[in-house]
């Protein structure tokens, strides 16, 4: 059973970095994207950042490029989002997800088509 746990997210001033971990396991996950998404009070839950876990091909959305990291360890079966010169805008919960590599990036961009999601962990940020 494929299991994604979140955790690094807290609250932190405006300017701040936080670090989130999205441990995976329950299967092999070589040939998989992993992704961050977020979603904010009233709002859509919307695409943060992809990485290829065979490739290391990764994509952010626009509003996080230069900000955030998003990188995996595969030793630990980890991926990590850095995020750093945080903004109060970026106050959601953020929530890890998995969906098998088919071949074409955009389709990652969309929440909808992931079967795994982790349970999702709080990042406040204040101003």
């Known amino acids: 059973q494929v299991q994604l746990v979140e955790s690094g997210g807290g609250l932190v001033q405006a300017g701040g970095s936080l670090r989130l971990s999205c441990a995976a396991s329950?299967?092999?996950?070589?040939?998989?994207?992993m992704a961050w998404f977020r979603q904010a009070p009233g709002k859509e839950r919307e695409f943060v950042a992809t990485i290829n876990w065979s490739t290391g091909s990764i994509d952010y959305a626009d509003s996080v490029k230069g900000r955030f990291t998003i990188s995996r360890d595969n030793a630990k079966n980890t991926v990590y989002l850095q995020m750093n010169s945080l903004k109060p805008e970026d106050t959601a919960v953020y929530s890890c997800?998995?969906?098998?590599?088919?071949?074409?990036?955009?389709?990652?961009?969309?929440?909808?088509?992931?079967?795994?999601w982790g349970q999702g962990t709080q990042v406040t940020v204040s101003s």
């Open positions: 329950g299967r092999t996950f070589s040939n998989y994207v």
């Open positions: 997800a998995a969906e098998a590599w088919r071949g074409w990036r955009t389709y990652y961009y969309t929440w909808e088509n992931y079967d795994y």
